[in-house]
């Protein structure tokens, strides 16, 4: 669900390595799942999407996976570089938080924060 | 910022004052959402609408007042009652569909001095 004055939990990583951000949602019947990228200061930024047929979907230099059994999603960032440090959100939309309509409405994640060290 | 645009960017408000932020999109879409995010924490919702003319309360809409007259636009005032207003305020828009996710704007921030 949302998160709700708790702060974030921290990730530090070497660059070069790779980066693995989790988060686990709740909502059965999500069936959409974005991940957002956020510098410091700036709005969030889309990175990547799944749908809920898929399992792996990959793009430049992140894939995400998606377990539906477990309700778990993952970002995973090859070769991590200084300017991925920012807050990573996973964020799902279903039927369920549609309240009949067609648009839905994000639930986030509590957020990570990634730091990446020269 | 994909066509969203929130100002102003900084905002200062005294102590029992109203404010307004902006937020106008040129992306045709429907919906449109006001988020807080309080420094090392995550989104919460304000308010969010889907339609001109409506418009729903998230979990903290206490002390915040919007208005959708237009398609474009979704402003959000920030009121007196609201007792602990410095944070940083994320518009966002979204097209009809569920597979789809949002478009934020660059964000707000605003500080009681």
């Known amino acids: 669900g949302e998160s709700v004055g708790l702060h974030l939990p921290t990730l530090s990583v070497q660059e070069g390595d790779n980066s693995i951000i989790n988060c686990a949602y709740s909502n059965s019947a999500s069936d959409y799942f974005i991940w957002y990228k956020q510098e410091s200061g700036k709005g969030p930024q889309f990175i990547i999407d799944?749908?809920?047929?898929?399992d792996k979907r990959q793009g430049q230099r992140v894939t995400v996976l998606l377990n539906k059994t477990v309700k778990h999603l993952s970002l995973q960032i090859a070769a991590t570089q200084p300017g991925d440090s920012a807050v990573y959100f996973c964020a799902e939309n279903g039927r369920a938080n549609a309240g009949g309509t067609s648009y839905g409405k994000l639930t986030f994640g509590q957020g990570t924060i990634l730091t990446v060290h020269p | 910022d994909g066509g969203i645009t929130q100002s102003p960017k900084y905002l200062f408000r005294k102590e029992g004052q109203n404010v307004t932020l902006s937020c106008e999109q040129n992306?045709?879409?429907?919906?449109m959402y006001w988020y807080r995010q309080d420094p090392g924490q995550g989104l919460r919702l304000i308010y969010y609408s889907q339609i001109v003319n409506d418009f729903q309360k998230g979990d903290i809409a206490e002390g915040y007042s919007v208005s959708r007259e237009k398609k474009e636009s979704f402003p959000l005032t920030v009121t007196s009652a609201q007792k602990n207003p410095t944070a940083f305020y994320l518009c966002?828009?979204?097209?009809?569909?569920?597979?789809?996710?949002?478009?934020f704007g660059s964000g707000t921030r605003l500080t009681v001095v």
């Open positions: 799944i749908r809920s047929n898929m």
């Open positions: 992306l045709n879409h429907d919906a």
């Open positions: 966002a828009t979204k097209r009809r569909g569920l597979s789809y996710g949002y478009t």
